[in-house]
């Protein structure tokens, strides 16, 4: 007798594998089956995002530009405000700068603008080798082409967030834009900042948040994509709470945009109906 025909299991039946694949089908829970769903759209929509993604990356940044650029103008009305600190150098520490062209943009034309009479001393804070390096090759080609403001100073600490190497009460202006939502230490970054901004100094803020109608399935499939393909981008990371619980005298919403995600990301959670991730643009004062 063959081993086929010694064998009481499935293949040793025709139609064996079938059945014995319906029957573990037949076991799946909802969520199995929607995960599995999802999974096999993630990998279509990563196929088709590794032609697309710096479109719809351009495409996102488009939809918040606007919201940048009214956030970092209130620098300039921040350094007018207190008329005895008008001639002291403005100090200015952006977390997460990263190779952040757009930003800078608006320094360099705040400090030639409304900021003209004014030193302004910009840190950049972020721990990556690689960004620094193109931030820095940047900055050196518009000195070289006059497109540098004399008047700003520009440095740079490569490290993180939850460790700021200024002194208490020293910085008059931070800023952190899509940065909170990746930090491995949130609640003590946050901390940071408060404990370094001047007694009237502002956290300037624009980020995303989590929206009550799209937990549950949708999160828990694109939060691991995200974290993944996002650089560690945590989509369901509260991230106005976490300032309104460091300690700040006051913190005002002052915007609020919805945007699409882009890349990989963005496809698949179109695919669950989340069309677009809600970012809120805040001010907190010490």
Known sequence: MSQQGSGGGAQGRPGGVPLALGQGLRRMSKWQWAIGVVAVAAQAALLHATATSDESE??????????????????????????????????V???????????????????????????????????????????????????RFD???????????????EALPFADSSVDVAVSTLTLCSLHRPMRSVGELHRVLKPGGVLL???HVPDADHRGLAMAVLNPLSVMFRKGCRLDRDTEALVRGAGFAEVRVVGEVGARLPGAVGLVARVLGLAEVRHKIGVARK
Do not use: H
Request: net charge neutral; aromatic share 8%; hydrophobic share 35%.
């Open 58 to 91: 351009a495409r996102y940044e488009e939809q918040l530009e606007p919201y940048r650029r009214d956030l970092l103008a209130r620098i300039a009305q921040e350094a007018s405000a207190g008329a005895s600190r008008r001639k002291e150098p403005l100090t």
């Open 93 to 143: 520490v952006e977390i997460g700068i990263g190779d952040c062209e757009r930003n800078m943009t608006f320094y360099q034309q705040a400090a030639a603008g409304p900021l003209k009479d004014r030193e302004v001393r910009l840190v950049g804070v972020d721990p990556s080798t690689y960004n620094a390096k193109k931030l820095d090759t940047r900055v050196q080609r518009d000195k």
């Open 147 to 161: 497109a540098w403001p004399s008047n700003l100073a520009f440095a740079q600490e490569l490290r993180g967030a």
């Open 205 to 207: 803020f624009l980020e």
